[in-house]
């Protein structure tokens, strides 16, 4: 099975794409997905009596319980549509951290979290001010089980965790993490952004109270994101965006408020998203994860294989091989990233080089950035080959001014 | 891979990876942090004058190999210059980098920073290339009139 012909860009230029936890390119069907939604089907979904509205509407609701039923929630109307992950952990940032936290209770982050996971705590723990604490890393950059015991403590209230680090790859205990909390008394917010594209999410397996997820790192296209959350908690929580559709009567000046799911989705929605959306996870379901899942662990495997081997390379990567997932960072000693980035850019080679917005991250690791492969199902070893062949060339540019 | 080859030449790479203007100078007039969010690099700039001349600079700070090399290879072009002199040359480099002047009788001016002309090639590490450039120009703006 070749799946790079599934994917035109990957057809279409010679690259090998090593970004995908930042964006995943697109396969044929969800492109065409959208341009059927917009040549046959489109209008405003909720707005219109007539058929064409309606069909819209009809498209859009069964695409929320599509998404209901690939990520087992109880209820379609805990899916709610947003942007993306940001706007997710934003809506429960403020709709739910603001409304529920008081001085002295804590919020429970890990050190490894992405700014969209960190920066809106911030912002709620000063307002309400609460303490933000942090799940430090241990050399082999895990959270083991002494850490999450000590940090959350029975003053935590949220805890909020990526089930996989968008820069060291690490899978999180996110299981475990979430019964601990549970039984101190805190809720979960699971920011599955970069493991919903490998491995199959179960959000009443994990007993996840909220969990998000952005569509574009998953096949979908860009601007369209999830959010779960359990109905009990979306029911108590006020709307974050106020507008058209999440209304039931607005008066000059009071507005009571649609019931779920629409009270979160003001205004007109990403509809062409969606349909994506639902393509993509066609996609994803007709490959399988199980499939997705041994593709990647061989091609995983191959590379830290390959890589392990330069020398002048540093990875920072877990050893536990079952705890790592995506993407691998590294730097080669001596050497920008960005220059590495560059370099390896002229050679048809995309990676990501910086501080892939985990600053605090980088900090506590003592480095100001790294380069980053991150690999999907349509990568192949021959992209690993070239992204090799590629670094020797870079270490050899710069080889004889490094250590003078 | 050409534009790659005139980048990361002799004069950039030893600039960049060994400079002799990489050091703290005493009794500075002027010090001022440059910083690029987007990729972490962060310089920081020491002008010390001697009426409006500059009379020596020094950087630290850590960074690409293109933002320390262009740090470095700015300090050589504008040591000796007047603040008159180094507003201009300062201008012509934004310049180069943008594609905004492309004159050669023009570039002349920036001496060993016409090596840089070839980022212009490269709009991701524009940036890069003028970060030490742009923090030089906020300390001349924001100290105009102490000159």
């Known amino acids: 099975m070749d799946i790079k012909k599934d994917f035109p860009i990957l057809e279409n230029r010679n690259i090998a794409y090593l970004d995908s936890a930042a964006t995943t390119q697109k396969p044929v069907n969800v492109i065409r997905a959208i341009e059927e939604y917009y040549k046959n089907y489109n209008a405003n979904p909720h707005r219109g009596a007539y058929s064409l509205s309606i069909k819209a509407t009809e498209k859009y609701e069964n695409a929320r319980e599509k998404i209901s039923k690939f990520i087992n929630s109880k209820h379609k109307e805990e899916i709610i549509f947003t942007k993306n992950a940001t706007e997710s952990l934003n809506l429960i940032a403020y709709s739910y951290g603001m409304e529920n936290l008081k001085q002295g209770d804590e919020v429970v982050l890990s050190i490894m979290e992405h700014h969209s996971n960190l920066v809106p705590w911030q912002k709620v723990c000063k307002v309400t001010e609460s303490k933000l604490t942090y799940m430090y890393i241990n050399e082999n950059f895990e959270l083991t089980d002494e850490e999450i015991e000590r940090k959350i403590t029975d003053k935590a209230k949220i805890v909020a965790i990526t089930h996989i680090s968008n820069v060291l790859g690490t899978i999180n205990p996110i299981k475990k993490i979430i019964n601990y909390a549970h039984k101190k008394g805190a809720i979960v917010v699971v920011d599955a952004s970069q493991s919903i594209p490998h491995m199959k999410i179960d959000v009443q397996d994990l007993n996840a109270d909220f969990l998000v997820f952005s569509g574009h790192k998953m096949l979908a296209p860009l601007g369209i994101g999830v959010l779960y959350g359990k109905k009990e908690l979306l029911n108590k929580m006020n709307p974050f965006l106020m507008g058209g559709d999440m209304i039931e009567y607005v008066y000059e000046q009071n507005t009571t408020f649609a019931p779920l799911p629409n009270k979160f989705e003001a205004g007109t929605q990403n509809v062409e998203g969606v349909i994506g959306l639902v393509s993509a996870i066609d996609y994803i379901e007709n490959i399988g994860y199980d499939k997705i899942q041994k593709i990647e662990n061989e091609l995983l495997e191959y590379a830290r294989e390959q890589l392990s081997k330069l020398d002048y390379i540093e990875l920072y990567l877990t050893s536990n091989k079952e705890n790592h997932s995506g993407v691998i960072s590294f730097n080669i000693k001596g050497i920008h990233p960005h220059d590495v980035a560059s370099i390896l850019d002229a050679e048809d080679v995309c990676i990501r080089s910086g501080n892939h917005c985990a600053q605090p991250l980088m900090r506590y690791l003592g480095i100001d950035s790294t380069c980053r492969a991150s690999f999907y199902f349509y990568n192949t070893k021959e992209d690993v080959d070239k992204l090799v062949n590629a670094l020797n060339k870079a270490y050899s540019m710069f080889k004889r001014y490094i250590s003078r | ?147």
């Open chain 2, 1 to 147: 891979m050409e534009d790659l080859d005139n980048i990361y030449n002799e004069l950039i790479m030893e600039h960049s990876m060994n400079s002799y203007n990489k050091k703290k100078l005493n009794n500075v007039d002027f010090s001022e942090i440059g910083h690029n969010p987007n990729c972490g690099d962060e310089i920081t700039l020491e002008i010390k004058l001697n009426g409006n001349i500059i009379e020596d600079m020094a950087f630290s700070g850590h960074g690409c190999a293109i933002s320390q090399a262009s740090t470095s290879i700015m300090i050589d072009t504008l040591k000796g210059k007047t603040i008159e002199e180094a507003k201009e040359i300062i201008q012509t480099f934004i310049g180069m980098i943008k594609r905004e002047i492309t004159d050669e009788s023009k570039l002349e001016k920036l001496e060993d920073a016409i090596a840089f002309k070839n980022v212009s090639n490269m709009p991701a590490r524009v940036k890069c290339a003028l970060l030490a450039w742009h923090t030089i120009e906020d300390i001349i703006n924001k100290n105009e009139n102490t000159f």
